[in-house]
């Protein structure tokens, strides 16, 4: 029988952590929305049928244009409507963005870094990475970034692949570009594998409007969404006044960008600027400060 795989079942455990965010604030929020329109499965470009959507996917191995017409209105309306929501409240977010996504829509791309938005890679498209060899997933991950810089201007600090392979943080940290890495579940504050390790942002699959979709349908409306939301904000909230947090929430341009589910993110937004113990920032700028200021303090 071989080894069992090497997990870390501890973590920090009941330790709590004596730290502050910026201006003495003790939960940082972290808003991300997911750009990868475009760069779906589809039988077209990789030989597979999309599995989530507004619709359960078509039975036969060919192309499903009713699915790719529901991505499309991510990048031709939803993206817009989520930006004019980011500017409104004065929120700066970051975009986990496939290359392909970005490509597809440079006036997008221009606006999203008009505004400020951290662009992270996610990726050269939508491809899961445990399908690569380590020498495939190298060289994805290195176009990936060549694009990226390209059309944004900048190379991308963070990674963020939605389904990692065993030697994704190795090709990450290899590269050099990558600060951080999301691929990660575990945790409510940043932490690294080992001393020296890429830096490691836990994300969220619960907080994440991506349960409106097909095969998911977990919030039917946006008050679910909303209800959810802020349930998990307030309970770590409370608990950062004794152990400081990190908290995400998880957006898809075609899903939140829908006229009755903005709704949700509107009233959350709102919500939170009722409280100045909370400090809203991209996902670099709270691995930035976890480097600099919390780090060398734990």
């Given at each position: 029988?071989?080894?069992?795989?090497?997990?870390?079942?501890?973590?920090?455990g009941?330790?709590k952590?004596?730290?502050s965010?910026?201006?003495g604030k003790?939960?940082?929020?972290s808003?991300?929305?997911?750009f990868?329109?475009?760069?779906?499965h589809s039988v077209a470009?990789?030989g597979l049928?999309?599995?989530?959507?507004?619709?359960?996917?078509v039975?036969?191995?060919?192309r499903?244009?009713?699915n790719?017409?529901?991505?499309?209105?991510g990048?031709?309306?939803?993206?817009?409507?989520?930006?004019?929501?980011?500017?409104k409240?004065?929120?700066?977010?970051?975009?986990f963005a496939?290359a392909?996504?970005?490509?597809?829509?440079?006036?997008?791309?221009?606006?999203?870094?008009k505004?400020?938005?951290?662009?992270?890679?996610?990726?050269?498209?939508?491809?899961?990475?445990?399908?690569?060899s380590?020498?495939?997933e190298k060289?994805a991950?290195a176009?990936?970034?060549e694009v990226i810089?390209e059309?944004t201007?900048?190379k991308p600090?963070?990674?963020?692949a939605?389904?990692?392979?065993v030697?994704?943080?190795?090709?990450?940290?290899?590269?050099?570009n990558?600060?951080?890495?999301s691929d990660?579940?575990?945790?409510?504050?940043?932490?690294r594998?080992?001393p020296?390790?890429?830096?490691?942002?836990?994300?969220?699959?619960?907080v994440n409007?991506?349960h409106?979709?097909?095969?998911?349908?977990?919030?039917?409306?946006?008050?679910?969404?909303?209800?959810?939301?802020?349930?998990?904000f307030?309970?770590l909230r409370?608990e950062?006044?004794?152990?400081?947090?990190?908290?995400?929430?998880?957006?898809?341009a075609?899903?939140s960008?829908?006229?009755?589910?903005v709704?949700?993110?509107?009233?959350?937004?709102?919500?939170v600027?009722?409280?100045d113990d909370?400090?809203?920032?991209t996902r670099?700028?709270?691995a930035?400060?976890w480097?600099?200021?919390?780090?060398?303090?734990i």
């Amino acid at each position: 029988m071989s080894a069992e795989p090497k997990r870390d079942l501890v973590g920090y455990g009941n330790k709590k952590m004596h730290f502050s965010w910026p201006g003495g604030k003790r939960l940082a929020l972290s808003i991300v929305v997911n750009f990868e329109e475009g760069s779906e499965h589809s039988v077209a470009t990789d030989g597979l049928v999309e599995g989530v959507g507004e619709f359960l996917p078509v039975d036969l191995m060919v192309r499903d244009v009713g699915n790719e017409s529901s991505y499309e209105y991510g990048s031709r309306v939803g993206v817009w409507r989520l930006l004019s929501t980011f500017k409104k409240f004065e929120t700066r977010v970051t975009f986990f963005a496939t290359a392909m996504a970005l490509q597809a829509n440079k006036p997008a791309t221009d606006a999203i870094v008009k505004a400020g938005h951290e662009v992270c890679d996610h990726g050269l498209t939508w491809t899961e990475h445990y399908r690569f060899s380590y020498e495939q997933e190298k060289e994805a991950i290195a176009k990936s970034v060549e694009v990226i810089e390209e059309l944004t201007g900048k190379k991308p600090v963070g990674f963020y692949a939605r389904e990692p392979s065993v030697n994704t943080l190795k090709v990450v940290q290899e590269l050099g570009n990558f600060i951080y890495d999301s691929d990660v579940y575990n945790d409510d504050v940043p932490y690294r594998v080992a001393p020296g390790g890429i830096l490691l942002l836990p994300y969220t699959p619960d907080v994440n409007d991506f349960h409106f979709l097909s095969p998911m349908h977990r919030f039917s409306n946006s008050s679910d969404f909303f209800a959810y939301m802020k349930d998990s904000f307030d309970v770590l909230r409370e608990e950062a006044k004794v152990s400081s947090k990190m908290m995400s929430v998880g957006l898809h341009a075609r899903v939140s960008g829908r006229p009755g589910r903005v709704v949700a993110l509107r009233k959350f937004l709102e919500y939170v600027r009722g409280f100045d113990d909370v400090w809203v920032a991209t996902r670099e700028e709270i691995a930035r400060y976890w480097v600099d200021q919390v780090e060398p303090t734990i």
